[in-house]
Structures are given as C-alpha cells and as structure tokens.
C-alpha cells in the first residue's frame, strides 16, 4: 500500500541554522512528491514538486529536496532558516491514476532566535 | 484573486445537529476536494470532485456528503454531526484536469467542534 512517512514529529532549529526534514514514501512506481507548509491557522501552501528529471527540485522561500530513489526519500532542505520559517511542514504522494494525495502526518518546526 | 475560500471559519455543533461548510474558489479550477485534519494523522481525503457534476468518496467519507454545486462551489454536510467530526476541515482545488500531479490550492479552514 502506498503510504507517507514523516518520522520527526518536531524538530527545533536555532535561526541561522541549516535544517533537512525527513521523508520516506512507500509506493510501487515512480512516485509523484510534494512539500507543502502549513503557517499557524492558514491553509496549506506547495513548496515544491517533484515528478521526473532532475533529482534535486528548488522550490519557494529558499527550499530545496532531493529524490533518493535507492532510499524511497525526499527530504527538504534549507541551508538558513529564518524565524519566519516556523509551520508545520508536510510530504504527500501523489497516487498514480487517481486524484488523490496521501499525505505524511507532518513535522512541526520551531525556530529559535 | 480570493483564491479558495472557505465559510465559515469556526463553528460548535451538538451531537446530532446537521450543517454544511461551503468552499468556492475563483481559478476555474476542475477538481475539487475535502481534506480533514486531525493531530498526529495528517490530512485524510473525505470526498472529491474530479470536475463538475462528478464526486468520489476518499478515505473517510462515512458520515458526510458532498455537493459540487457548480465549477465554483463544493460543499460539504454533515448530517448528524458527532464528536469524532470534530477536526479542521480543508477544501482544495487542483488545476489542468486533476491527477497526482497537480498542485493542490487550499483554503484558510474550517474549524468545527462538536459537543
């Protein structure tokens, strides 16, 4: 069965600090892996897509990840986190032949000043 | 541009009273979908809508209904609300004509308690 795993529930960083959340993802084909953050009391926003070609995918507000087939991974990069960086942050899947996502259960990061 | 938009923002319900959360968006989008959210569990699919006039249950469609009223407009009801619905309730709208590829548009939420 297709599935999501996030397995940080919450990560703290100090501002400045480099940060990677984790990603693995169950799936039987080539996968379809997304990122999207979700700000305190808003809906959820993409960071970035990815679905063929280059492993290593850029996205918004300085976010990169890098697909790890060997590893079933996708996890989320920033070299500098800024305060304002402070969500929840979620993986999702995209289901082949369907309209459906499976989204991962989330990480919850906190930024230090 | 208001994107999706969701009413109301926060309602309480007792067990057992109906209500509908309305969700609109303005992107000519085709799909349309119904997230809920839930501590430790992500975000689960409650019903879609590939384009208007289609619906499909998703993961935990027990105890809702949907209305795809228009390309606009997807609604969601509660019949009999229970205590087990209380959640934070996402709509979202995908582009092109929907599949995983899509990116998915959602709206600020509904938060609804039940008694």
């Known amino acids: 069965a297709q599935s999501v795993t996030q397995p940080d529930i919450h990560i703290t960083v100090s501002e400045g600090a480099s940060l990677e959340l984790r990603c693995n993802y169950s799936y039987g084909a080539t996968p379809y892996l997304f990122w999207y953050v979700q700000s305190p009391g808003q809906g959820l926003q993409l960071l970035l897509k990815?679905?063929?070609?280059?492993?290593l995918v850029q996205g918004i507000k300085g976010f990169e990840a890098e697909f790890k087939r060997s590893q079933s991974s996708f996890n989320l990069r920033k070299p500098s986190v800024h305060w304002s960086d402070a969500a929840e942050y979620f993986c999702?899947?995209?289901?082949?032949?369907?309209?459906?996502?499976?989204f991962g259960t989330g990480t919850r990061l906190k930024v230090l000043a | 541009n208001a994107g999706v938009t969701q009413t109301p923002k926060f309602q309480v319900l007792k067990t057992g009273q109906s209500m509908t959360l309305q969700c609109a968006q303005d992107m000519n989008h085709n799909s349309m979908y119904w997230y809920r959210q839930d501590p430790g569990m992500g975000l689960r699919l409650i019903y879609y809508s590939a384009s208007e006039g289609t619906t499909d249950k998703g993961e935990v469609p027990n105890g809702y209904n949907v209305s795809r009223l228009n390309k606009r407009e997807f609604s969601l009801r509660l019949e009999s609300a229970a205590p087990s619905q209380t959640s934070v309730y996402f709509c979202?709208?995908?582009?092109?004509?929907?599949?995983?590829?899509?990116?998915?548009?959602f709206g600020p939420g509904t938060r609804l308690t039940v008694l």
């Open positions: 990815y679905f063929s070609g280059d492993t």
């Open positions: 999702a899947v995209g289901a082949a032949g369907t309209y459906k996502y499976i």
């Open positions: 979202a709208s995908s582009d092109l004509a929907g599949g995983p590829l899509d990116t998915q548009y």
